[in-house]
């Protein structure tokens, strides 16, 4: 058999028209979404995100599809099964002719009042160029991509009533197909909770002047050493549970229940706050001490803890889980995970603990482990120590998925370049009895398929914020040097 290179369109212009079966649109059927693989790659399920709409996936996507799953990487290959499932439940008793027209998507349990959408499978290999359709050249190194444009541009051709849409997260190939004269081209926006990354929650709410000139009525009571307020809720209409309120004259309040009406604010001491102490640290800065907060709450079962580098996330989780695991027999271990490169995946035919193959993925955590224990009098037998007593553990992501952690302090570390599916995957190990913290930063997300928008670790922050036994802090502070405070701020 032919390689697909071979079958496809060549570049001339003298050949025949098209075979390929007509799509058969429904009347109120006016988008046609062309879906590029790095779509289905990022959300598997991505299907049921155009509604009542038609899904086109060419057949090239199918063959990428297939060629991935196979691969190495265990992240990439595994969302690539998962969205071919996806596919074959909705194509799965259809009929040839069906797959090509269109088979309907089943809808979700809260959508049963749409129209169905639809889903076809088109067959590029069988294009013909014409023409009066712009193509591109499918002989090239970009063939793929450029058969995929191409498939957006013959069904624009053919149904001029309809706006055809190539849905993608390559923006090179946004701009190809802009070029080539398609009308319609969109990044995959379903996982966007924001529309600009500087609207997403800090976990405080800064006030100029004094909080307490905007309150009307306050009901102030005492429960033991404790204070509580309780104030219209109008007076903090973007209020969402367990977030602080600093203002310019030293108040700190946080939030600890919210009615249609009322907000409740516990009155914490901005000194107390920085004299708090987790295994012998004690916070630099009010966004430290607020996070320490956050993590010594019992009800709180998620933390996340987002800011630059040198801001002192993960040593804040690190201190706070020796201290819950050793002082306090909270959790029976500690399990540090972060994603690793792909190359990262021949790691498991090296010889040597999993500990020790994780070793140069893990290493900042080695390093916070010696500022917490570099003034002992051996340092290092201290660090060993702790490492055994508090039975830390270093994990990799893509060895995580289909366990459950159950009694444990879990620490999520450089969170950013995952997406939403992902963190959802590792979120819901998460068993009885156990915390984990989601640590990441923004402004350093190394997958190109990934922004600040569309990262896992935003829509988490904002996806989180409203749930009572969540808690999220933005750390601004660069506590490692005034030369990465300088980096970190103008490069």
């Not at 979404?33 to 790659?41: G, H, K, S």
């Not at 570390?413 to 963190?423: I, R, V, Y």
Request: with cysteine; proline share 4%; glycine share 6%.
């Amino acid at each position: 058999m032919k390689p697909l290179a071979d079958i496809v369109s060549s570049g001339s212009r003298t050949r025949p028209a098209s075979t390929v079966s007509p799509l058969i649109l429904d009347p109120f059927q006016k988008k046609i979404f062309v879906l590029d693989t790095n779509v289905l790659l990022h959300d598997p399920m991505a299907l049921n995100a155009f509604k009542e709409h038609r899904v086109v996936v060419p057949m090239t996507v199918l063959e990428e599809l297939d060629h991935i799953k196979d691969r190495h990487e265990k992240d990439v290959s595994r969302e690539a099964r998962i969205a071919i499932q996806a596919i074959d439940k909705v194509m799965a008793n259809a009929s040839p002719q069906a797959i090509q027209e269109g088979v309907p998507i089943p809808h979700t349990a809260n959508e049963s009042n749409l129209v169905a959408g639809k889903l076809s499978i088109f067959q590029d290999q069988k294009l013909a160029e014409l023409n009066e359709i712009p193509y591109l050249c499918t002989t090239t190194d970009h063939a793929n991509d450029n058969r995929i444009i191409n498939v957006a541009l013959e069904l624009q051709h053919n149904h001029p009533d309809h706006t055809v849409c190539l849905v993608t997260k390559d923006i090179n190939m946004r701009l190809k197909a802009k070029g080539s004269g398609l009308r319609h081209v969109e990044d995959y926006r379903k996982d966007k909770v924001l529309d600009d990354i500087d609207l997403l929650a800090q976990g405080y709410e800064r006030i100029n002047g004094s909080f307490w000139d905007r309150v009307v009525d306050v009901e102030s009571k005492t429960d033991g050493a404790a204070t509580f307020h309780v104030i219209d809720r109008a007076a903090l209409p973007n209020a969402y549970i367990n977030m602080f309120i600093v203002d310019d004259h030293g108040f700190v309040g946080y939030v600890r229940h919210i009615t249609r009406d009322h907000i409740q604010l516990a009155d914490l001491s901005q000194d107390g706050l920085m004299r708090q102490n987790i295994w012998g640290l004690q916070p630099r800065n009010l966004e430290q001490a607020m996070a320490i907060h956050l993590l010594r709450q019992e009800a709180i079962d998620i933390t996340v803890m987002t800011g630059p580098a040198g801001s002192g996330k993960t040593l804040l989780a690190l201190a706070f889980g020796l201290q819950a695991i050793l002082e306090e027999n909270r959790y029976n271990k500690l399990i540090v995970a972060r994603s690793t490169p792909p190359i990262a995946e021949d790691i498991g035919f090296l010889p040597g603990t999993e500990e020790e193959k994780m070793a140069p993925w893990l290493a900042a955590f080695d390093d916070n482990l010696e500022i917490l224990h570099g003034w002992d009098e051996s340092p290092f037998g201290s660090i060993e120590y702790v490492k055994e007593k508090a039975n830390i553990q270093f994990k990799s992501l893509n060895f995580m998925r289909g366990r459950s952690f159950n009694n444990a302090f879990i620490i999520l570390d450089e969170a950013q370049g995952l997406t939403q599916f992902q963190l959802k995957s590792i979120i819901t190990r998460v068993g009885a009895n156990s915390k984990i913290v989601v640590l990441g930063n923004l402004a350093q997300i190394d997958n190109k398929y990934i922004t600040p928008l569309t990262s896992g670790l935003t829509y988490l922050v904002e996806g989180f914020k409203h749930f009572e036994h969540a808690g999220i802090m933005h750390v601004n502070g660069i506590e490692r040097s005034r030369l990465a405070a300088f980096a970190e701020e103008n490069l």
